[in-house]
């Protein structure tokens, strides 16, 4: 059974970063792509990046250049560094893995001075 526990979300000014971590259980970690989305109060949910088992990188253009998306496959754990935050990346952000599976409870991050 594949678990995903995402953490590292809190409260930041304009222009600082955050690192969320999203920690897996299950034998699957290094051989599927993953991603991160996020959802924002009264919107959809978006993906925000994505890297495969290769470790290639795909990003939203609203975060491209800001965000870095990374894995270690030995610990079974993603990352998602956030810099140069801003007031609309606040929204609640998820981990997953590719082909979806059921959502985790997601770790809240708000951008606000």
Do not use: H
Request: proline share 4%; charged share 15%.
């Amino acid at each position: 059974q594949v678990q995903l526990v995402e953490s590292g979300g809190g409260l930041v000014q304009p222009g600082g970063s955050l690192r969320l971590s999203c920690a897996a259980s299950g034998s699957f970690f290094s051989l599927r792509a993953m991603v991160w989305y996020r959802q924002a109060p009264g919107k959809q949910r978006e993906l925000v990046a994505r890297i495969g088992s290769d470790l290639s990188t795909n990003y939203a253009p609203s975060v491209k250049g800001r965000f870095t998306i990374s894995r270690d496959n030995a610990k079974k754990t993603m990352y998602l560094q956030m810099n140069s935050l801003k007031p609309e990346d606040t929204a609640v952000y998820y981990c997953n893995v590719l082909p979806l599976i059921n959502w985790g409870q997601g770790t809240q991050v708000t951008v606000s001075s």
